[in-house]
């Protein structure tokens, strides 16, 4: 592939950290501050964290903060929450016995009693147009939480009391809400988002981690993805643009661009961990230049020279990663993209130690491949190649859940 002609140059530490939490310091515990977030308090950026993980949808509008929002609306936002597989027991689930739930709305009402989150205002009425109330709301995110109201874990009408004492909500925005005479999609937005970082009751991990269980495991991806300005998308579809070149060498333009890129390329290193034979090897991001387009204009991958860190000693290795540009950002290319990415630049270090190759004299040469072991799954076979000779292979397994990444020598 051509090299972009825009060069970046951006020494980062890797132990820096981009916000800290108020979690404490117990191994999985602790695992939710990793995603190289902080908790946030800016609704903006609340928003969009809870849009990146699909659980809340905005309109032509905006996300209309300041209106109320159904309890059709709620029931969809709380099964988004949850993590759950919904389409699970379909068929039960649709025989939710109430008779005013839209059909758009059914499977999320209907998953909600399913899981006794959810109770209607009466046998067969669950109130799909009536306003969702403060209380009504926590309860169901409480519920979700593991706690259980009939077991007298709280009193629903008393919900906002127990949401403070676990720290869902601060004493400021309780006193806010409690007096406000509209329950609206800003408090919504800030009880959901915070839920993500609750443990539920009689489980170890943060809601968060439990969002990165599924197969495709959208969470993390979505987490790590980078909104893009009107500009850049533009640009990205530009006909007319040289390969791997943007904002026609414009340095201040691109080096916008790039602040998005090094931010979640630094999400991604804070999350995971990276080891061979129980050893864990660190990354520092040094030199990074775009490579081009694969496969059309909706694909980039950019190359990143990095250090590898052997214990104390330095090497020099290659980072190699690919998006797709969707709706309004760049997505890592798959769901697997950012464990098999930051095993690329170990599995090259190790590949070049064991067969004597300078890497900065042969990078040339160099060229790291991968393949599935089989259609079925996501654990990958990754190697490099070295003048147009194939070395020795390794595998990287597949598990979102875990931040470990482990590389094993593949035979």
Not at 370 to 382: P, V
């Amino acid at each position: 592939m051509k090299k972009g002609s825009l060069t970046l140059v951006l020494i980062l530490v890797f132990n820096i950290l981009l916000g800290t939490c108020v979690y404490g310091e117990d191994n999985d515990l602790d695992q939710a501050k990793d995603f190289g977030i902080k908790q946030e308090t800016d609704i903006n950026v609340i928003c969009k964290q809870l849009n990146n993980l699909e659980i809340l949808k905005g309109t032509k509008n905006g996300y209309e903060l300041e209106k109320g929002l159904t309890r059709a609306e709620a029931a969809v936002v709380i099964t988004k929450l949850s993590g759950d597989e919904i389409y699970e027991n379909r068929e039960e689930k649709l025989k939710h016995g109430f008779t005013d739930v839209p059909e758009w709305a059914g499977i999320y009402v209907g998953h909600l009693k399913y899981i006794k989150a959810v109770n209607g205002i009466s046998e067969t009425l669950y109130g799909s147009k009536k306003s969702m109330s403060a209380e009504q709301f926590t309860t169901m995110v409480l519920r979700v939480l593991n706690y259980d109201d009939l077991k007298g874990d709280f009193k629903w009408n008393k919900s906002l009391d127990k949401a403070l004492e676990i720290g869902l909500i601060d004493k400021e925005n309780k006193e806010r809400i409690e007096k406000s005479k509209a329950f609206t999609r800003k408090d919504m937005a800030l009880i959901t988002y915070n839920a993500l970082f609750q443990i539920p009751k009689n489980k170890d991990k943060r809601l968060l981690l439990y969002h990165a269980k599924k197969e495709t495991a959208k969470g993390l991806t979505r987490l790590f993805s980078i909104d893009l300005t009107e500009e850049e998308i533009k640009e990205f579809k530009r006909p007319e643009r040289e390969y791997g070149e943007f904002f026609d060498n414009d340095s201040q333009k691109f080096k916008e661009f790039e602040e998005k890129l090094i931010k979640h390329i630094k999400s991604g290193l804070k999350y995971y961990s990276v080891y061979y034979k129980d050893k864990e090897y660190k990354i520092e991001l040094n030199n990074i230049r775009i490579v081009g387009e694969l496969g059309g204009h909706n694909r980039v991958s950019f190359m990143l020279y990095v250090d590898v860190y052997d214990d104390e000693e330095k090497h020099k290795s290659l980072l190699h990663i690919s998006y797709q540009l969707k709706n309004k950002r760049l997505v890592p290319w798959a769901d697997n993209s950012f464990r098999n990415s930051l095993a690329g630049p170990i599995i090259t270090y190790i590949s070049m130690e064991k067969n004597k190759i300078d890497i900065e004299e042969d990078i040339e040469k160099i060229r790291l491949s991968s393949d599935y072991i089989n259609d079925d799954g996501y654990d990958k076979i990754k190697w490099i190649e070295f003048d147009g000779k194939d070395l020795e292979k390794y595998l990287v397994n597949f598990d979102n859940n875990n931040p470990k990444i482990e590389i094993k020598d593949y035979k």
